[in-house]
């Protein structure tokens, strides 16, 4: 079973920034889809994932909404996926999940789904207020 560690949780004010981390210990991420997922005050996680990211070719797809304010990325010698949120607004607060799905698809935005992650941290809480 894959292992993850979220990390980089906190509270910021409205157009501040966070960077947060998703780790493995026990599995290369370089073989896998990993993403990030939101779970927004009183709802379940959203279906859509924020972004993912290719652990092969390091390939990503992020969701429209956050476009231009919010970036995936992958650090293979530290086997750490981030994401890298600036901007923020209090629609961004929730708690933030990274997940692994033990495929690799070239169809990432297929991919970028809830119900395609076979493994999932235990989420890292993201306040934004002012």
């Known amino acids: 079973q894959v292992q993850l560690v979220e990390s980089g949780r906190g509270l910021v004010q409205p157009g501040g920034s966070l960077r947060l981390s998703c780790q493995s210990s026990?599995?290369?991420?370089?073989?896998?889809?990993i993403g990030w997922f939101r779970q927004a005050p009183g709802r379940e996680r959203d279906r859509d994932g924020i972004?993912?990211?290719?652990?092969?070719?390091?390939?990503?797809n992020i969701k429209d909404s956050v476009k231009g304010r919010f970036a995936i990325s992958m650090d293979t010698a530290k086997n750490t996926v981030y994401l890298q949120m600036d901007g923020l607004t209090s629609e961004d607060t929730g708690v933030y999940y990274c997940?692994?799905?033990?495929?690799?698809?070239?169809?990432?935005?297929?991919?970028?789904?809830?119900?395609?992650?076979?493994?999932w941290g235990k989420g890292t809480p993201v306040t934004v207020s002012s």
């Open positions: 997940g692994v799905a033990g495929t690799i698809s070239r169809n990432l935005q297929a991919m970028c789904d809830s119900r395609a992650m076979d493994f």
């Open positions: 026990s599995y290369n991420l370089g073989h896998f889809t």
């Open positions: 972004s993912c990211i290719s652990g092969d070719d390091e390939h990503t």
